[in-house]
């Protein structure tokens, strides 16, 4: 399988998230190796113990009890400092992990809304989500948990190799004799695990776009009746996740097993060895019990490491994902370029195809919505009607010719004379668009309409409701605090459509884009919308650009010009 990333930039990618949870992986590696330092004490102490019981104190440079009574005392003194140790490392991981994990929820997140429109249209959501919240998760995981862990574990497995060398320098080399074998196995276990792993997230994210879409239109399955038909789609899908677990989980445990083999072969050769030292006097009963103690700290982080294996692995499948989205690249960054004294849009020669394999939506096309104009765009679907609009709020790059912001005799919010601006980014500020479609946030209404307008006040909320014909928030029992639920669930479609026009006229712009905006409106309301827009916008000093994209006749009738746009 051809990874899309190479092992070095995984790495590099890896070290930029260190940097960023540092404090999380340095605590966590100091409270790992400051238990591994107690577990030896342990097993000095309990040599100790036993030597004193059975009258073969040895002599030492280090102060030691000598009675039994201080041997226990020190005994349980280690105990009790393990068992802090222990309680106070699981409390702090949990705290900062959750602040680690936040962090990179919130990295990918704000990449995701700053990144290029098209970028993320093209995955679906359901995946996106996934790869948001689950394999962010197993990174943080890894990077502040996992890899300290890790590393406590090599710790450990130096101190109980030299600890063991010290007293029996055969023992711990015949020990130690299966890491040579370890490595040479772990590098097909890896390369082949990953490629396992990531078919397993692949067909996760999947079941995951499944259920979400699933959810999201069940009153389409309903009507349609086709909800046994989406029940045997994600039963299809889970039994495939089922059988790459089974595959995944078949593999490691063969792998696992063949390493335990080798695990079991060396225990029980430092017993027989320990046994026939003893049976020959040359070691007391204390250092055969240090013996196989500190053979299982030496097998021990081999056994973890097999753990810590899967899970880096996992990682690595998961900052791939990530990378994947992060790989977008980001909408062109700087200061909002605001045209002071109101604008224009001008279409200039433009051709736009989305992929260099399909038709050119636009050709050539030449248009010009003139500072103050009030354009009506008309056109059969497929026409390129939406393509124009994305055009418009540059969420969309024509390959060939230009889309510019421009004003007659205008000055722009940093002080320039210009007086014709490319759109981008920078040039959104200068407009309000209410796209066609229930567009509401799950919230209060007051909640809502903050979204066009943070600082809103309540009178500049109830003008704007006013003026998009939404009175109707009055009578709600909750006014402005009225809750509605996801997609605007709770309100009818022209009631959502009402309060998503209040919201966008909140926001100060000097072009006002609407696309299809009064779709689910009657006649008569559409109609008193309209004159209030129109009425409210020519008292303005500054007369703002309406473009309108529709396909009602009460629209048009409120125009200066109309483009029909044609396939």
Not at 41 to 68: C, E, H, Q, R, Y
Not at 191 to 196: D, G, K, L, Q, Y
Not at 471 to 488: I, K, M, Q, Y
């Amino acid at each position: 399988m051809n990874e899309r990333f190479s092992t070095r930039q995984l790495i590099a990618w890896f070290w930029q998230i260190f940097c960023q949870v540092k404090l999380q992986s340095f605590i966590n590696a100091v409270s790992g190796i400051i238990r591994v330092g107690l577990d030896f004490a342990f097993i000095w102490a309990t040599k100790l113990a036993i030597d004193i019981a059975t009258g073969n104190v040895s002599p030492s440079l280090l102060p030691k009890p000598t009675t039994l009574v201080g041997a226990g005392t020190l005994l349980i003194s280690i105990m009790a400092l393990q068992l802090a140790f222990g309680y106070l490392g699981r409390w702090i991981a949990a705290l900062l992990g959750v602040e680690a994990q936040n962090r990179m929820q919130r990295r990918i997140f704000e990449h995701l809304l700053r990144s290029e429109w098209r970028g993320i249209e093209q995955r679906h959501s359901g995946d996106v989500l996934n790869r948001m919240v689950s394999d962010s998760q197993t990174v943080v995981n890894v990077v502040t948990d996992t890899i300290p862990q890790a590393l406590a574990v090599m710790v450990r497995l130096v101190c109980a190799f030299f600890f063991l060398f010290s007293m029996d320098a055969m023992l711990a080399v015949g020990v130690t004799v299966i890491l040579p074998i370890f490595i040479l196995l772990s590098r097909l276990y890896i390369n082949r695990m990953r490629a396992i792993t990531r078919e397993v997230r692949t067909t996760d994210s999947r079941v995951q776009a499944t259920l979400q879409e699933s959810v999201q239109h069940r009153l389409v399955l309903k009507t349609l009746e086709r909800v046994p038909l989406l029940v045997e789609t994600l039963a299809k899908l889970q039994k495939t996740l089922r059988e790459q677990v089974r595959h995944r989980t078949l593999f490691s445990s063969t792998s696992n097993l063949i390493l335990n083999i080798g695990f079991g072969a060396a225990y029980l050769f430092a017993f027989l060895w320990s046994v026939n030292r003893l049976a020959d006097g040359a070691i007391t009963f204390g250092m055969m019990t240090a013996f196989i103690q500190l053979c299982g700290q030496i097998q021990g982080p081999f056994r973890e490491l097999t753990h810590f294996i899967p899970a880096i692995i996992t990682s690595f499948t998961a900052a791939e994902r990530l990378m994947e989205l992060e790989d977008v690249p980001l909408e062109a960054d700087g200061e909002p370029i605001r045209f002071t004294a109101g604008a224009g849009i001008r279409i200039n020669d433009v051709t736009f195809a989305y992929d260099a394999h399909s038709r050119k939506i636009l050709k050539n096309a030449n248009y010009d919505f003139a500072p103050g104009s009030t354009t009506a765009i008309l056109g059969e679907t497929g026409a390129g009607k939406t393509t124009l609009v994305r055009l418009i709020l540059a969420l969309l790059k024509p390959q060939e010719g230009e889309v510019v912001m421009y004003a007659d005799n205008s000055q722009l919010s940093d002080g320039t004379a210009e007086h014709r601006v490319a759109v981008s980014a920078r040039t959104r500020c200068n407009l309000v668009y209410v796209p066609q479609g229930n567009t509401l946030f799950s919230g209060t209404i007051r909640w809502n309409l903050q979204m066009g307008k943070p600082e809103a006040t309540e009178t500049e909320m109830w003008d704007a409701l006013q003026l998009a014909c939404a009175d109707f928030v009055h009578a709600l029992p909750d006014g402005l605090d009225t809750r509605v639920g996801e997609g605007g669930a709770g309100l009818s479609e022209g009631q959502a459509q009402r309060i998503a026009i209040a919201r966008a006229l909140l926001r100060q712009g000097c072009i006002l884009l609407l696309d299809e905006a009064t779709s689910a409106l009657d006649q008569k309301t559409e109609q008193t919308l309209l004159t209030n827009l129109i009425a409210h916008h020519r008292q303005l000093p500054v007369r703002p650009t309406l473009i309108f994209v529709t396909h009602r006749p009460a629209v048009m009738e409120h125009c200066t010009q109309v483009i029909k746009l044609e396939k």
